[in-house]
């Protein structure tokens, strides 16, 4: 079973996540989009760290690459339905289910295809906050001064595999959906109640 004693650095997870060359491609090609707030967020990174640590390749097993942008301006699913076709557009060669999430208008949605309340978020930052497993809060920004980190709740539990539900969004029949979809990808992960 991997595990890390190391305390996890950013520059250690950003290294790992751009070993994945569908990251580091859609990183590079991000900002052409013009996506306001946007971010590479979620299972294509904290995947990677986890095949990289059970000695896979590391685009293995990954199902799709989402993005987080924020554009409280254009809320129409019919807008996000058209940033979704640029993406494509702009990702085509890769060959990789690549989706796009106006965060401003998780709300609007949310409860409807989930089953439970979703506060009005501010920022995709917030979105990124919200994910249901604690460790897999985080996200990768190309800023003006190279590639920004965003993990709101550290990085080490990430490593060491322990998925544990975050407080900020508790809906327990998710969560527990989930972790056993990520353990039977990867069995050496451990689901803390």
Request: charged share 20%.
């Amino acid at each position: 079973m991997p595990r890390s004693s190391d305390t996890a650095t950013p520059a250690q997870f950003i290294r790992d996540a751009l070993q994945n060359g569908h990251n580091r491609a859609i990183l590079q090609r991000l900002p052409a989009l013009k996506l306001p707030d946007a971010w590479l967020v979620a299972g294509c990174l904290f995947q990677t760290v986890w095949n990289l640590r059970s000695g896979r390749l590391p685009e293995a097993q990954i199902k799709d690459y989402d993005l987080f942008y924020f554009d409280a301006a254009d809320l129409p699913e019919a807008a996000e339905a058209q940033v979704n076709e640029r993406v494509q557009a702009c990702f085509a060669d890769l060959g990789v289910l690549i989706e796009a999430k106006n965060q401003a208008r998780v709300h609007t949605w949310y409860e409807a295809y989930f089953g439970f309340p979703y506060p009005a978020l501010r920022s995709s930052r917030e979105g990124i906050d919200r994910f249901l497993v604690r460790c897999t809060c985080v996200g990768l920004s190309q800023g003006p001064s190279g590639i920004e980190l965003y993990a709101p709740n550290g990085l080490n539990a990430l490593y060491q595999g322990v998925l544990a539900p975050n407080p900020l969004c508790n809906h327990r029949p998710l969560f527990e959906q989930k972790t056993l979809d990520y353990r039977a990808r990867w069995g050496w992960l451990e689901i803390h109640p």
